[in-house]
């Protein structure tokens, strides 16, 4: 097979991925804004490439189909073909997914995370300059977030107040577990599972050690959940011993380290979710990598995300074992949908995060390096260039154009 056919991404025995100089990479439109936004970023991603390795390296894009388009074309929101290439491709870019109204989907992108078991949802919150910021000193922020991404109160476990389901439900808690719930109660169940958060926490762990970051912190609400979330943070403890004295927890740092971390460790720390929020505002530069359940990752990547810029500069990727969907962590924005108009910062973004995964981080660092240089040239697209004095608004693709000149 000569060298520049395109090659499917395949796993080694060891479950890392095998990438040729070519490989096959999917990628889903989106909705509303999707296309818009997938224009200006396709070619960003492509320049990466090519000004990092010249010819010897190249993408091969393969569209698939899901929200809207694929209704469209094939009367589903979320055709079994897509899965199945997901699952054979292993890699794909998507940009926004417009959950469908009142139909079957509760909401396509937990759908694929699901059925993809897509247990990792990866959010790197770092500021790049020039970006307005609510925050004084918001160079300090620098983190990724692991968030569980498959259990927790998002399994939808859950019965409306007064239905006969949440009736039985309350008179069996109440009559045979001795617990006093009001009978007009709504009812949630919120599953937490050993092998769920260890999978999320060893992963968070692989990905310290490998990327040389100084910590890893349990965000819990363990002094009130004690059996779910307390569990949470035990498990990370029990988890941090597979790594031997690769991983040293706080009480370690000053019992035998004098406070000091040594060099190529990572130190595991854990804070209540609660406290966790105040400590990102006030100490950021204190936290390198934070793993937590589904709904507290939830809140903290948003919140980390507005103290950078806000959700259009915020990149994310559902990651499982042998499979990864990168894509913009942001709505589908359908008003402006074809003006050529919206920030495709999130996607690019995410696209230089696809480009790490791949082991090609030359390429993915033109791009973090190129990205602050177009700011100080005073070219945004409108949400930021109304937030920065004197700044020329541009078209989304334009916004593309220029990052692919500052490479």
Same mark, same amino acid.
């Given at each position: 097979?000569?060298?520049?056919?395109?090659?499917?991404?395949?796993?080694?025995?060891?479950?890392?991925?095998?990438?040729?100089?070519?490989?096959v990479v999917l990628f889903i439109e989106g909705d509303g804004t999707g296309p818009d936004i997938w224009r200006a970023t396709q070619p960003v991603l492509d320049a990466a490439v090519a000004k990092a390795y010249g010819?010897?390296?190249?993408?091969?894009?393969?569209?698939?189909?899901?929200?809207?388009?694929?209704?469209?074309?094939?009367?589903?929101?979320?055709?079994?073909?897509?899965?199945?290439?997901?699952?054979?491709?292993?890699?794909?870019?998507?940009?926004?997914?417009?959950?469908?109204?009142?139909?079957?989907?509760?909401?396509?992108?937990?759908?694929?995370?699901?059925?993809?078991?897509?247990?990792?949802?990866?959010?790197?919150?770092?500021?790049?300059?020039?970006?307005?910021?609510?925050?004084?000193?918001?160079?300090?922020?620098?983190?990724?977030?692991?968030?569980?991404?498959?259990?927790?109160?998002?399994?939808?476990?859950?019965?409306?107040?007064?239905?006969?389901?949440?009736?039985?439900?309350?008179?069996?808690?109440?009559?045979?577990?001795?617990?006093?719930?009001?009978? @007009?109660? /709504?009812?949630?169940?919120?599953? =937490?599972?050993?092998?769920?958060?260890?999978? &999320? +926490?060893?992963? *968070?762990?692989?990905?310290?050690?490998?990327?040389?970051?100084?910590?890893?912190?349990?965000?819990?609400?363990?002094?009130?959940?004690?059996?779910?979330?307390?569990?949470?943070?035990?498990?990370?403890?029990?988890?941090?011993?597979?790594?031997?004295?690769?991983?040293?927890?706080?009480?370690?740092?000053w019992s035998r380290h004098q406070g000091q971390a040594p060099a190529g460790k990572v130190v595991l720390k854990?804070?209540?979710?609660?406290?966790?929020?105040?400590?990102?505002?006030?100490?950021?530069?204190?936290?390198?990598?934070?793993?937590?359940?589904?709904?507290?990752?939830?809140?903290?990547?948003?919140?980390?995300?507005?103290?950078?810029?806000?959700?259009?500069?915020?990149?994310?990727?559902?990651?499982?074992?042998?499979?990864?969907?990168?894509?913009?962590?942001? @709505?589908? /924005?359908?008003?402006?949908?074809? =003006?050529?108009?919206?920030?495709?910062?999130? &996607? +690019?973004?995410? *696209?230089?995060?696809?480009?790490?995964?791949?082991?090609?981080?030359?390429?993915?660092?033109?791009?973090?390096?190129?990205?602050?240089?177009?700011?100080?040239?005073?070219?945004?697209?409108?949400?930021?260039?109304?937030?920065?004095?004197?700044?020329?608004?541009?078209?989304?693709?334009?916004?593309?154009?220029?990052?692919?000149?500052?490479?």
């Amino acid at each position: 097979m000569p060298h520049h056919e395109p090659e499917k991404i395949t796993l080694n025995p060891d479950g890392s991925l095998k990438v040729s100089e070519h490989p096959v990479v999917l990628f889903i439109e989106g909705d509303g804004t999707g296309p818009d936004i997938w224009r200006a970023t396709q070619p960003v991603l492509d320049a990466a490439v090519a000004k990092a390795y010249g010819k010897k390296r190249g993408i091969a894009w393969q569209e698939v189909l899901a929200g809207e388009k694929a209704y469209k074309r094939t009367g589903s929101y979320l055709p079994v073909e897509t899965l199945n290439d997901l699952r054979e491709y292993r890699v794909a870019l998507k940009g926004p997914l417009t959950t469908p109204i009142g139909g079957g989907f509760r909401s396509l992108n937990v759908t694929l995370r699901q059925v993809l078991d897509l247990y990792a949802c990866i959010r790197p919150v770092r500021y790049y300059k020039g970006v307005p910021s609510p925050m004084k000193e918001p160079q300090k922020i620098d983190m990724v977030i692991f968030r569980e991404n498959t259990e927790d109160v998002y399994a939808g476990v859950e019965w409306q107040a007064n239905s006969d389901e949440a009736r039985r439900l309350i008179n069996f808690l109440n009559q045979e577990l001795g617990c006093s719930i009001d009978q @007009g109660a /709504a009812i949630g169940i919120k599953p =937490m599972t050993e092998r769920c958060s260890k999978r &999320l +926490i060893r992963m *968070g762990l692989k990905y310290s050690l490998e990327h040389q970051r100084a910590s890893l912190t349990l965000m819990h609400k363990g002094n009130i959940m004690k059996y779910t979330e307390g569990a949470f943070q035990n498990w990370g403890y029990e988890v941090a011993l597979e790594f031997g004295d690769r991983v040293v927890s706080e009480a370690e740092l000053w019992s035998r380290h004098q406070g000091q971390a040594p060099a190529g460790k990572v130190v595991l720390k854990d804070r209540l979710a609660d406290n966790l929020f105040q400590q990102v505002l006030l100490r950021p530069e204190e936290y390198a990598v934070i793993a937590t359940p589904n709904l507290n990752g939830d809140y903290m990547s948003d919140a980390l995300a507005a103290q950078v810029g806000g959700l259009g500069m915020a990149p994310g990727a559902n990651v499982g074992d042998g499979c990864a969907i990168f894509e913009a962590t942001h @709505g589908s /924005a359908p008003k402006y949908a074809g =003006m050529d108009k919206v920030n495709p910062g999130s &996607l +690019i973004l995410s *696209g230089a995060m696809l480009l790490e995964y791949l082991g090609w981080n030359e390429a993915a660092q033109l791009i973090h390096q190129a990205l602050p240089k177009v700011l100080a040239a005073g070219v945004a697209t409108y949400d930021l260039a109304r937030q920065l004095p004197g700044a020329k608004e541009v078209s989304c693709s334009e916004f593309g154009q220029n990052l692919i000149k500052h490479m």
